[in-house]
């Protein structure tokens, strides 16, 4: 079986400008969550959705924004970029509601660089 | 609201040396433990969780961790490492209720040497 997919695994933007990530969960896994991880630190949660719900956010700026398709699939977007911003971003998938379901998959990841 | 500290960011050893990354949390609530290991330019993959039941905790790749509740630690352990187990690691918790968001200690790499 396929694992979490995102893509791009790589891209440069400029200050100012708008990106947007995708991430595709593990077929059968209603919930994606996003998270991220600048360099030498912990990942950081940012979003989670479950069935096209938001059901948490972390303590980001409005600049970052998310959604989650009918197919589970999802999109981080994140407007007005700051070098700040530049980061790994992970994906994560997972069930919910069920004991099992805690454990998440994570994908490769996109690497994000703001110059 | 929780919080994971990882007190050692680097920890040496060599080759078929034990380990131990420590690993302690606080939190108001219930939560499960779980550590992840990240090799370079890769995403997390789970080593081992604590959900419920035995504290002892085995996971994958000789792995295995120990949930003290008295003490809110969850040490991860290997009786003897390899070469190939230089990685970051990376201790997290998620609450028992409200969903699975996970909060990430800052991590821990262990650095095998000959």
């Known amino acids: 079986d396929a694992g979490v997919t995102q893509s791009p695994t790589h891209l440069i933007k400029t200050r100012g400008q708008h990106v947007t990530l995708r991430c595709s969960p593990i077929s059968g896994h209603k919930s994606v969550s996003w998270y991220q991880q600048v360099l030498g630190q912990g990942p950081q949660f940012i979003f989670q959705?479950?069935?096209?719900?938001?059901?948490g956010r972390g303590n980001f700026p409005d600049r970052f924004s998310a959604r989650q398709f009918p197919n589970y699939s999802s999109e981080l977007n994140v407007n007005a970029l700051l070098l700040g911003d530049s980061a790994l971003y992970l994906c994560a998938s997972g069930g919910l509601g069920q004991v099992s379901s805690y454990e998440q998959y994570f994908g490769p990841g996109t690497r994000l660089t703001v110059t | 609201a929780q919080s994971v500290t990882q007190l050692d960011s680097q920890v040496p050893v060599f080759e078929e040396a034990p380990v131990e990354l420590r690993c302690n949390y606080s939190?108001?609530?219930?939560?499960?433990l779980f550590w992840y290991v990240q090799y370079p330019n890769q995403g997390l993959q789970l080593l081992l969780k604590?959900?419920?039941?035995?504290?002892l905790v085995k996971g994958i790749n000789g792995f295995e961790a120990e949930f003290n509740k008295s003490q809110t630690s969850f040490h991860l352990r290997k009786p003897s490492v390899h070469i190939s187990d230089t990685a970051e690691y990376f201790c997290?918790?998620?609450?028992?209720?409200?969903?699975?968001?996970?909060?990430f200690g800052t991590g821990t790499q262990l650095k095998v040497e000959l």
């Open positions: 997290a918790v998620s609450e028992r209720r409200g969903g699975n968001k996970l909060t």
């Open positions: 939190s108001s609530v219930s939560v499960y």
């Open positions: 604590y959900l419920s039941g035995s504290t």
């Open positions: 959705y479950y069935e096209k719900e938001e059901r």
